[in-house]
């Protein structure tokens, strides 16, 4: 079987996703490469260890790059500290405000408080960065390579994070707003309370993108070892509580040789493995990914591992 669907003009949003080490990078690269064929393309990293740029052999960053030899194809590699940096630099008068306002923080406390890192903060960013790619438009596709699974699961669960943080900040101009009100018998809202809306409109945005299988669709990539399966099956019952339900599934390293006593020994090995696969994401489009004999690096490489795929 190949990958299906995913040169449907409405899919925006392609993730792959999974155990460490199956594979993830190298399928999201070759998926990128067959699409930039026919759509302006945009290859995103989530993963902290960027390995996109290794594997193409090309150096990305964090900035939009296009990929040597493809002009509908460009990467980047998402850092989400800077990102943070970007969105405080952006935002800052509101975020002083929203603090000056809702607190009794002095200014040299409000800094030192802007200046720390949030826990969980480093998903929401990234994917607010995607989406603000997204919303800009000036791409057909946008193809996410993440980190392994908890963290992939973190990038999913991001709207939460960020709507939980919004509710708070609501609840504390709340105060703001009816002691104004108390005092002045009226209240207009300023920067503070567009900065909150627009995030909030934001959050929804990624929820109904990440739900509609049509716009979105989340790849797992799995090999054909017993943890690997494991962990791929709670990946997929996490998606499902999401309400973010895969198509397909990429089973990477399978030996198709057996040539040789390790090859023989490495297939037998498999067999009962791909059986397993077979039968536990049954309604899900399998494809096989051979094993190969070097590692996927390269574009002589990803090309062959693009027609694997497609």
């Known amino acids: 079987m190949a990958l299906v669907g995913l040169e ?44 996109v740029s290794d594997c193409l052999e090309q150096q990305i960053g964090f900035h939009v790059q296009e990929v040597t030899g493809h002009k509908n194809l460009s990467a980047i590699e998402v850092i989400a500290e800077e ?139 799995c090999i054909p070892e017993a943890m690997a399966i494991m962990e791929t099956s709670r990946l997929l019952k996490d998606l499902s509580n999401a309400e973010i339900i895969p198509q397909q599934i990429i089973v990477n390293h399978v030996m198709i040789s057996e040539e040789g006593a390790f090859c023989k020994q490495k297939k037998a090995a498999q067999f009962k493995y791909i059986k397993e696969i077979t039968e536990t994401f049954s309604d899900l489009n399998r494809i096989e990914i051979p094993e190969f004999a070097e590692e996927i690096k390269g574009q002589n490489a990803l090309n062959q591992l693009k027609n694997c795929l497609f």
């Open 8 to 51: 449907n003009n409405n899919l925006k949003l392609i993730i792959f996703g999974g155990k460490g080490g199956v594979g993830k990078t190298s399928c999201a690269i070759a998926a990128a490469l067959a699409l930039s064929e026919n759509f302006k393309t945009l290859l995103i990293s989530t993963d902290p260890a960027h390995s």
């Open 83 to 221: 990102a943070l940096s970007r969105f405080k630099a952006e935002h800052q008068n509101a975020l002083k405000k929203l603090l000056a306002t809702s607190t009794n923080l002095d200014n040299d406390d409000i800094d030192e408080m802007l200046s720390l890192s949030i826990p969980g903060i480093d998903e929401v960013m990234s994917f607010k960065t995607i989406i603000d790619f997204i919303e800009e438009g000036k791409y057909d596709k946008y193809v996410v390579d993440t980190a392994p699974t908890g963290h992939a699961l973190r990038l999913i669960s991001s709207p939460k994070l960020l709507d939980d943080w919004i509710k708070v900040a609501a609840r504390m101009r709340w105060k703001y707003r009816y002691m104004i009100t108390s005092f002045s018998g009226t209240y207009h809202q300023d920067d503070v309370d567009t900065f909150l809306l627009n995030l909030k409109k934001t959050v929804k945005r990624i929820e109904n993108l990440l739900k509609d299988k049509n716009k979105c669709q989340f790849i797992p990539v």
